[in-house]
Nanobody, 121 residues
Framework: QVQLVESGGGLVQAGGSLRLSCAAS????????VAWYRQPPGQQRQLVAS???????MYADSVKGRFTISRDNAKNTVYLQMNSLKPEDTAVYSC???????????????WGQGTQVTVSS
């Protein structure tokens, strides 16, 4: 059984910072790529950033230069550092990870429950 738990969301003023965490637990052999998504109110889910098992990263144009994704493989955790936050960053942020579980022949995708980020103007 594998679980992903996000944390670090909250209410912050425009220009502020938050760091989100996505922690994987359970019978894990390894974690391949991990991505952060967000779903603003009334909108579709958007890809924010991703990181491969080797550490290569990609970012949506809207967050380039402000957000940084990183991973700590020893802790099975991926972080999203969000700086210079804007009201339009308000959304539920969720992580999605390709996890290789023990006794599993291949990786499977798992989702966390999401964490709310609200940026006030």
């Amino acid at each position: 059984q594998v679980q992903l738990v996000e944390s670090g969301g909250g209410l912050v003023q425009a220009g502020g910072s938050l760091r989100l965490s996505c922690a994987a637990s359970g019978s894990i052999v390894g974690i391949n790529s991990v991505a952060w998504y967000r779903q603003p109110p009334g909108q579709q889910r958007q890809l924010v950033a991703s990181i491969t098992g080797g550490g290569s990263t990609m970012y949506a144009d809207s967050v380039k230069g402000r957000f940084t994704i990183s991973r700590d493989n020893a802790k099975n955790t991926v972080y999203l550092q969000m700086n210079s936050l804007k009201p339009e960053d308000t959304a539920v942020y969720s992580c999605n990870a390709e996890v290789v579980a023990k006794l599993a022949p291949y990786s499977s995708a798992y989702w966390g429950q999401g964490t709310q980020v609200t940026v006030s103007s």
